[in-house]
């Protein structure tokens, strides 16, 4: 379900495919100063990922095989993008958002210019997506991928035009659930999770090669940075959420 709070003043899709959004009056949370802006109706299904950029929200509607593209001054939906497979992840850099799409013929990731709102190139990545990141410079665009026996990142270099990889971890049941670049653009963070447990891993970007990898346990959810923090948000059935 593509839900999410920001703070006052920026959008909050709602994964309900019949969502009734009119102009709602606030309705102020009991923590802090974060409020429920507008329930925006997108009703193609946007229960897959959702990213943000400088002008654009942009939700992938997997049921629908397709992208919503909302602008987020007005909050309003502004354009449906026919992806021609099921959209999993999605990343979004300046004006363009990178969407992976899985499909029964093949596996890619595509390039949407939030311009013109048209698909502009297609990389193909050999086997599933489940999870993206860009760099800061948008130069380039990290790939999560599994398959049967590992897991690994496909990094598209945009501006060359070309694909590599970097190897993350072997074994069965294995996942990339989230990937994170670091500001500077120096750090891959990727949480990996298998039978075993998860784990975060971290990848020196010029090198590919794994600088550290550090056990948390839950599986991992989300990544995120504050200065030189990372944050890592968890969540399991038997123990919760947590932050770390």
Not at 211 to 240: E, K
């Amino acid at each position: 379900m593509a839900n999410f709070l920001m703070p006052k003043g920026h959008v909050m899709p709602s994964g309900k495919a019949e969502s009734h959004v009119a102009d709602e009056s606030p309705v102020n949370s009991s923590k802090g100063d974060v409020v429920l802006e507008r329930r925006i109706a997108v009703s193609r299904g946007p229960i897959g990922d959702l990213a943000a950029g400088s002008g654009s929200v942009v939700v992938a509607n997997s049921g629908d095989d397709s992208v919503s593209v909302l602008d987020a001054g007005t909050l309003t939906l502004v354009a449906t993008i026919a992806m021609g497979g099921e959209p999993t992840a999605i990343a979004v850099s300046d004006d363009r958002a990178y969407v992976s799409v899985a499909a029964a013929g093949h596996d890619t990731v595509s390039v949407i210019d939030l311009g013109t709102r048209t698909i502009i190139k297609t990389y193909p990545v050999a086997f599933g997506v489940t999870a993206l990141a860009v760099g800061a410079d948008g130069k380039r665009v990290y790939a999560g991928r599994a398959a049967h026996d590992r897991v690994d990142v496909a990094v598209i270099d945009v501006t060359a035009e070309r694909v590599g990889t970097i190897e993350i971890g072997r074994g069965p049941a294995a996942n990339i659930d989230a990937l994170r670049v670091d500001p500077a653009g120096k750090r891959l963070y990727a949480a990996v999770t298998d039978a075993r447990g998860s784990r975060l891993v971290v990848v020196d970007t010029e090198t590919t090669k794994t600088l550290r990898v550090v056990p948390v346990g839950s599986p991992i959810r989300d990544i995120a940075h504050a200065g030189a923090a990372v944050y890592v948000l968890t969540s399991d059935r038997a123990v919760g959420g947590a932050v770390h």
